[in-house]
């Protein structure tokens, strides 16, 4: 006899505490570990429009020292217990700040402590910043000698305009502003930012609810409230057609970007017919409609992947590419035209048949582990769908029709509206000299 399993909207308890913290909990005896995932409203687009990286610093902060312990003293604690604590609040999504954490479920009172330590007791010790600030103007010029890195960047300045939280700014502004960070900066940040209002905590493992719950309410109960939970609207932004050309000597390959803003975002309910065409059009690199014919049958490219951003806020459709210099122009025109023949004639019923089974198999796969159902029940929670979007998420998608995932994608994908942006060291002719010259001149980096 086969043992039902219980629905995520049943089996996960729930407790929100009356500074607005909100807590969940799954136990999951199968082995003797924990996970956990959160969020927190304290992300770029929370930090001053013209200093985004504070978000990100003040995250990667949290861990280097709290009002009982220095970084080292975290990191032993941590360590010898082989748990983890991650903090991070990156451009990806510009209104959470992303909790990650592991352990033995026997050592989740010692986690749940050092949790609570860091996020209430943070100090930002400012020898530590500075090791950091260096660190950061390193990762940042070493990340301008990848053509693929230039290529975006400058395709999400033409997007989005100044003070937008997807605006990338050049890296020589990007140095100037890590050289230029303080510790009242991140204090300040941490101040206006940081509250149980907005906190979201997901625990899944071998554990018992009922008493992590009562951990959680006894270590977080009295912290501030804080902000309240308002996404501030963020206008769309238009779409930037033209081309762009980021000169990088002495390159074996360049990369190539086609990009156009979007307006969807995670609870528009196109968002799985969207998730499901681009998946046939060219998520998979290989076995994708762009894979196959711009890479296998033209062979024009290294590789060739399109993807779309859509969370809180409304993110780009992006297809990028990696190409020899020589392949540039017919590489782009390919894809341009098997992207073309796409809206025109949309997917096909075999197509949108495996791609739904892949991506309930691949949705089940995720679930086997903590880490994976803790990161699912998180976001569910995080973009206020429920846990119970976990048991109908297999027949949502199962509900998709072919005219809806077509319709749905062809109402956003505009060609002729595409940013493009190459990077990369390419042959010189007299037509295109002249424009990329002063493309080079207007992207501003370094």
């Known amino acids: 006899m086969t043992r039902r399993r219980i629905p995520f909207a049943e089996a996960v308890r729930q407790h929100t505490l009356g500074n607005g913290a909100r807590l969940y909990v799954l136990e999951n005896h199968f082995n003797p570990t924990l996970a956990l995932s959160g969020s927190l409203d304290a992300g770029r687009l929370y930090a001053p429009a013209d200093r985004r990286m504070v978000a990100s610093v003040a995250a990667g902060e949290l861990l280097k020292g709290t009002r009982h312990r220095t970084k080292l003293e975290l990191a032993e604690a941590l360590e010898s217990r082989a748990a983890s604590l991650s903090f991070a609040a990156d451009a990806g999504e510009p ?15 010692i986690l749940l402590d050092l949790l609570a330590e860091v996020l209430c007791e943070p100090t930002f010790p400012q020898e530590e910043l500075e090791k950091e600030k260096k660190r950061l103007v390193g990762a940042i010029r070493q990340s301008q000698d990848q053509t693929s890195v230039r290529a975006y960047e400058a395709a999400m300045r033409r997007i989005y305009p100044e003070g937008h939280p997807l605006r990338r700014q050049t890296a020589q502004r990007r140095i100037e502003i890590a050289e230029s960070l303080t510790r009242e900066e991140l204090a300040e940040h941490y101040e206006k930012r940081f509250g149980a209002a907005t906190l979201r905590l997901v625990l899944v493992g071998d554990v018992e609810a009922e008493r992590v719950l009562d951990g959680l309410e006894a270590r977080f109960g009295t912290w501030r409230a804080g902000p309240s939970a308002e996404i501030p609207r963020v206008p769309a932004a238009a779409p930037a057609p033209g081309e762009e050309t980021v000169v990088m000597p002495d390159k074996a390959s360049a990369d190539v970007v086609l990009a156009e803003p979007w307006d969807l975002v995670r609870t528009d309910p196109e968002f799985l017919p969207c998730l499901l ?170």
């Open 95 to 109: 209104v959470g700040l992303d909790i990650g954490g592991s352990a033995l479920s026997r050592d989740a009172e």
């Open 277 to 446: 065409a681009n998946s046939i059009l060219g998520q998979a690199a290989l076995s994708s409609r762009l894979g196959v014919r711009v890479r296998d049958v033209e062979g024009l490219t290294y590789g060739i992947h399109s993807s779309f951003s859509a969370m809180h806020l409304a993110g780009p459709f992006v297809v990028s590419l990696t190409v020899r210099p020589d392949d540039r122009e017919g590489a782009i025109a390919a894809t341009r035209d098997e992207i073309e023949r796409f809206l025109r004639g949309g997917m096909t019923v075999r197509e949108l048949a495996d791609e739904k089974t892949a991506r309930v198999g691949k949705f089940k796969v995720d679930l086997a582990s903590n880490a994976g159902l803790a990161s699912a029940i998180d976001s569910a929670v995080s973009y206020g769908l429920g846990v119970g979007y976990l048991d109908r998420y297999p027949s949502l998608i199962e509900s998709v029709t072919r005219h809806e995932a077509n319709a749905a994608f062809a109402r956003r994908v505009h060609p002729e509206r595409f940013t493009v942006v190459s990077a990369g060291s390419f042959p010189a002719s007299p037509a295109r000299r002249e424009g990329e010259n002063r493309a080079v001149g207007s992207t501003g980096a370094v």
